[in-house]
């Protein structure tokens, strides 16, 4: 932490609003004549953003007395240890400029997460005991994703009332995905931010549902009273996160209503005990082969991903404890190329930067 600065001066200003700005015009910046635009803008915007954080830093820390203390907290140990590991690995892997500059389409590597590092330790430094510069960071969140998408709703991939020009995925995030999460993410801080509120105000009910009505979480043919496609959006496992995280919301409202201490610690330990083992099995269930979790999703995925996962698996048996690299997933892919995959009954899906599937990418 910069511990010689009161955090009021001209320096300490200009950082929170770049940060301000940064997260307004966050979901609506997208550059379609660079890399491969709906999935590599965030990236850029983020490093771009790192790197004048990182320029203001550098003057910053040759005036007098000022110096960094490292955060002390199991989290920021824990990711550091992850990436200490995502370097070790990228060094014995595949290939290690891939694994630190990451590939066109993702700009996912080592040196996405170090800029992502840096931002994150630089805006914890910000708001860090200061609980009126954490609201405002987390209100233009919710304000500039409330807005996006409410405008993602009014598109031609919602109700089709307005922008029916604009020809994108996920209006001007490009991924749907992407937007997906972004949007799970500033759902949870508003209702983080209406609930930690002392004086609740109408529109702090309004936001999340703005939020929320995202085409990609919820089927936008609803509204119409079409009903046959269910009421999941574009992204459905960013869908079913919000049904179970509302769930568990819920469970912890319910909690917080005993009013016996012995009894709801036991019902809170009893809870985090039994979302372990559930989460555990859950993710046996995904990875197995005949799991009801893993048949459950490829009903609903592309034919194609049971032999993507097949291919991937192989590949990890190879490499079972560092791994082929963060980010060589296309290499591997080639290595384990299974033709089958061209054939209609499986997606005829020639080529894919990625497993879509959280645990064998990591893998």
């Not at 960013?238 to 019902?267: E, G, M, N, P, Q």
């Amino acid at each position: 932490m910069l511990i010689a600065d009161k955090k009021e001066s001209f320096f300490w200003k200009f950082v929170e609003y770049t940060f301000y700005l940064f997260i307004i015009l966050f979901p609506f910046v997208k550059f379609n004549t660079f890399l491969f635009g709906g999935s590599s803008t965030r990236a850029v915007s983020l490093i771009l953003l790192a790197i004048i954080l990182g320029i203001v830093f550098g003057f910053y820390l040759f005036k007098k007395d000022n110096s960094l203390l490292i955060p002390r907290s199991p989290i920021f140990v824990s990711i550091l240890l992850y990436f200490i590991f995502l370097t070790i690995s990228g060094s014995v892997g595949m290939n290690f400029q891939t694994s630190f500059w990451s590939v066109a389409t993702r700009t996912t590597g080592i040196w996405y997460l170090i800029n992502l590092g840096f931002v994150i330790y630089v805006l914890w430094v910000l708001v860090r005991n200061n609980r009126i510069r954490q609201n405002k960071i987390i209100l233009a969140v919710i304000f500039s994703s409330a807005l996006f998408s409410f405008m993602y709703f009014l598109s031609p991939e919602g109700v089709n009332l307005m922008f029916q020009d604009y020809k994108a995925e996920a209006f001007t995030f490009g991924n749907t995905t992407f937007a997906a999460m972004y949007i799970f993410g500033a759902f949870l801080l508003s209702l983080y931010y209406l609930f930690q509120s002392e004086k609740k105000k109408w529109w702090m009910y309004v936001l999340p549902i703005v939020i929320v009505i995202n085409p990609s979480i919820i089927n936008s043919k609803i509204w119409f009273g079409d009903f046959s496609n269910g009421f999941l959006g574009q992204a459905r496992a960013s869908s079913y996160v919000v049904l179970f995280s509302l769930a568990f919301l819920f469970i912890i409202w319910l909690v917080s209503k005993i009013r016996d201490k012995k009894v709801r610690s036991v019902t809170v330990y009893s809870i985090f005990g039994l979302s372990i083992v559930a989460i555990i099995i859950s993710a046996f269930s995904l990875l197995s082969h005949n799991g009801y979790l893993r048949k459950v999703y490829l009903n609903q995925a592309t034919a194609v991903r049971p032999l993507v996962w097949e291919m991937s698996e192989k590949a990890i048996a190879e490499r079972s404890y560092l791994g082929w690299g963060t980010d060589n997933f296309e290499r591997v892919f080639e290595k384990n190329y299974d033709n089958r995959i061209l054939q209609d009954e499986y997606g005829n899906e020639a080529w894919l930067d990625r497993a879509h599937n959280v645990f064998i990418d990591q893998l």
